[in-house]
């Protein structure tokens, strides 16, 4: 507080008595601050505005605009409103004195003046105007501060959830994938010599028909009973679609395994369509048509995208995200939408851009798209739009973290009302 009265002090004297104003600047600078003056209202308006005195002594009565207009002035402008105002009134004037406080004036002094007065009174009023200041500073600082804080914990909590909702899903899609690779590991294995022994099997019974051609009555009705014929032609066929079976159990299990690669700890080089194709394939069952909801195709563009270091993990569960999304948007069009031949399409692009520094992913729908207000608000935790049970409004936001904070990508979202949504990820290279 002493530094703060340590400079010169400078007090806006408006009087039109020359009088007083000698009085009173002799009184200011015998105490080492410095003496403005004005001797109307409206010039001293003009020099409030650009000499910014640190407080106002302000006459009453004075030719021009008097002391009270000038004061509702000063303190109508938001420049100079904060700047102290102190009248100057005979000392009789009692109705003056009320009113000059009641449009804003902190304090009056009373002609004539006595000089201690008027500098005790003008360093309390110079110091509270400092700590009101000072005050109104650090509630600003300690706001922001605590703003800040504010988005740190949100963005925390966001991480938590995520984690949590990551491994939960991962734990599970890693299970699956595992549990199953067992089977399929040994059907596939055992498949290869029951190829073998059923051809063997069917080259003796050829064999034996060859070299036996009159074979007993009960062996001629077993061949007609079983239709041999028929047997022999359609086994192969029959082991070949087993065979096609087994190759998409591998694929599906090799999907979910990649689906819930969660590599939390560090980043990874990684194929984006593979993250892509894994995704679908999680939620192939959802794009075949349910009922009165007509199938969802899915057109994928892929371009030549090189490996990116980053997360799959996370990664696939944006797709999911944004996919689950475009689908679930598909699910409430055939009670809004009357033009129901129309298919329904998830397309699909990948791309590299900006001279190979980025990749761009964008998925796009043709549901019924988004009113601009809901699509405001599609990146805030817990903004939804579904039913309590279905939405958490935690999915894009998710999404948004992991593509932004975590991979110094973008994420944005166009969409047309009735029309549909697009999704843009861009990620550095
Ligand atoms: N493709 C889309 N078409 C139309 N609206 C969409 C689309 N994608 C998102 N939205 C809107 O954005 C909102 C927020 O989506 P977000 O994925 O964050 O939460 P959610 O899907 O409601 O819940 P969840 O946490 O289960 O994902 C949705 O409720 C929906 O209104
Ligand atoms: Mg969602």
Same mark, same amino acid.
């Given at each position: 507080?002493?530094?703060?009265?340590?400079?010169?002090?400078?007090?806006?004297?408006?009087?039109?008595?020359?009088?007083?104003?000698?009085?009173?600047?002799?009184?200011?600078?015998?105490?080492?601050?410095?003496?403005?003056?004005?001797?109307?209202?409206?010039?001293?308006?003009?020099?409030?505005?650009?000499?910014?005195?640190?407080?106002?002594?302000?006459?009453?009565?004075?030719?021009?605009?008097?002391?009270?207009?000038?004061?509702?002035?000063?303190?109508?402008?938001?420049?100079?409103?904060?700047?102290?105002?102190?009248?100057?009134?005979?000392?009789?004037?009692?109705?003056?004195?009320?009113?000059?406080?009641?449009?804003?004036?902190?304090?009056?002094?009373?002609?004539?003046?006595?000089?201690?007065?008027?500098?005790?009174?003008?360093?309390?009023?110079?110091?509270?105007?400092?700590?009101?200041?000072?005050?109104?500073?650090?509630?600003?600082?300690?706001?922001?501060?605590?703003?800040?804080?504010?988005?740190?914990?949100?963005?925390?909590?966001?991480?938590?959830?995520?984690?949590?909702?990551?491994?939960?899903?991962?734990?599970?899609?890693?299970?699956?994938?595992?549990?199953?690779?067992?089977?399929?590991?040994?059907?596939?294995?055992?498949?290869?010599?029951?190829?073998?022994?059923?051809?063997?099997?069917?080259?003796?019974?050829?064999?034996?028909?060859?070299?036996?051609?009159?074979?007993?009555?009960?062996?001629?009705?077993?061949?007609?009973?079983?239709?041999?014929?028929?047997?022999?032609?359609?086994?192969?066929?029959?082991?070949?679609?087993?065979?096609?079976?087994?190759?998409?159990?591998?694929?599906?299990?090799?999907?979910?395994?990649?689906?819930?690669?969660?590599?939390?700890?560090?980043?990874?080089?990684?194929?984006? *369509?593979?993250?892509?194709?894994?995704?679908?394939?999680?939620?192939?069952?959802?794009?075949?048509?349910?009922?009165?909801?007509?199938?969802?195709?899915?057109?994928?563009?892929?371009?030549?995208?090189?490996?990116?270091?980053?997360?799959?993990?996370?990664?696939?569960?944006?797709?999911?995200?944004?996919?689950?999304?475009?689908?679930?948007?598909?699910?409430?069009?055939?009670?809004?939408?009357?033009?129901?031949?129309?298919?329904?399409?998830?397309?699909?692009?990948?791309?590299?851009?900006?001279?190979?520094?980025?990749?761009?992913?964008?998925?796009?729908?043709?549901?019924?798209?988004? *009113?601009?207000?809901?699509?405001?608000?599609?990146?805030?935790?817990?903004?939804?739009?579904?039913?309590?049970?279905?939405?958490?409004?935690?999915?894009?936001?998710?999404? *948004?973290?992991?593509?932004?904070?975590?991979?110094?990508?973008?994420?944005?979202?166009?969409?047309?009302?009735?029309?549909?949504?697009?999704?843009?990820?861009?990620?550095?290279?």
């Amino acid at each position: 507080m002493d530094d703060f009265f340590s400079k010169p002090m400078r007090i806006l004297l408006v009087d039109d008595n020359p009088n007083n104003l000698k009085v009173l600047s002799e009184t200011i600078q015998g105490y080492g601050w410095k003496a403005l003056i004005a001797t109307d209202g409206e010039s001293a308006i003009e020099q409030v505005e650009y000499a910014a005195p640190d407080l106002i002594l302000l006459d009453v009565m004075m030719p021009g605009i008097d002391g009270f207009e000038t004061c509702r002035r000063l303190k109508a402008n938001s420049i100079t409103q904060n700047i102290p105002v102190i009248f100057m009134t005979a000392l009789s004037d009692t109705t003056d004195k009320v009113k000059g406080l009641e449009i804003g004036a902190v304090d009056y002094i009373t002609k004539p003046f006595q000089q201690e007065e008027v500098i005790v009174r003008l360093k309390l009023h110079l110091k509270i105007s400092h700590l009101t200041h000072t005050l109104e500073q650090r509630v600003q600082e300690r706001t922001a501060e605590l703003t800040q804080s504010l988005q740190q914990l949100q963005q925390t909590q966001l991480q938590l959830i995520q984690s949590e909702k990551m491994s939960t899903l991962g734990q599970l899609v890693a299970g699956i994938g595992h549990e199953i690779n067992n089977p399929i590991g040994f059907i596939s294995g055992n498949y290869s010599h029951i190829e073998e022994y059923v051809k063997d099997l069917l080259r003796l019974v050829n064999l034996q028909q060859q070299k036996l051609p009159y074979p007993d009555l009960e062996v001629e009705e077993l061949v007609e009973e079983i239709d041999l014929e028929y047997l022999a032609e359609d086994l192969p066929k029959l082991l070949l679609s087993m065979h096609q079976g087994i190759g998409r159990l591998k694929d599906i299990s090799l999907s979910l395994r990649t689906f819930a690669r969660s590599d939390i700890s560090s980043k990874v080089e990684f194929q984006i *369509h593979e993250g892509i194709n894994s995704t679908l394939m999680l939620l192939k069952h959802r794009l075949k048509d349910q009922g009165n909801r007509p199938k969802i195709e899915v057109v994928t563009q892929y371009g030549e995208l090189p490996p990116i270091r980053c997360y799959p993990g996370q990664l696939n569960q944006v797709f999911m995200n944004i996919i689950a999304n475009a689908i679930d948007a598909f699910d409430d069009i055939h009670q809004n939408r009357s033009d129901q031949d129309i298919p329904y399409i998830i397309m699909i692009t990948t791309s590299v851009e900006c001279q190979q520094q980025a990749v761009t992913i964008c998925i796009e729908d043709n549901a019924l798209g988004m *009113h601009p207000e809901v699509q405001a608000r599609i990146f805030e935790p817990s903004f939804t739009t579904k039913a309590v049970g279905k939405g958490t409004g935690l999915g894009l936001a998710i999404s *948004h973290q992991i593509i932004v904070d975590k991979h110094n990508g973008q994420i944005n979202c166009s969409s047309t009302c009735s029309k549909g949504t697009q999704f843009i990820i861009t990620l550095p290279i």
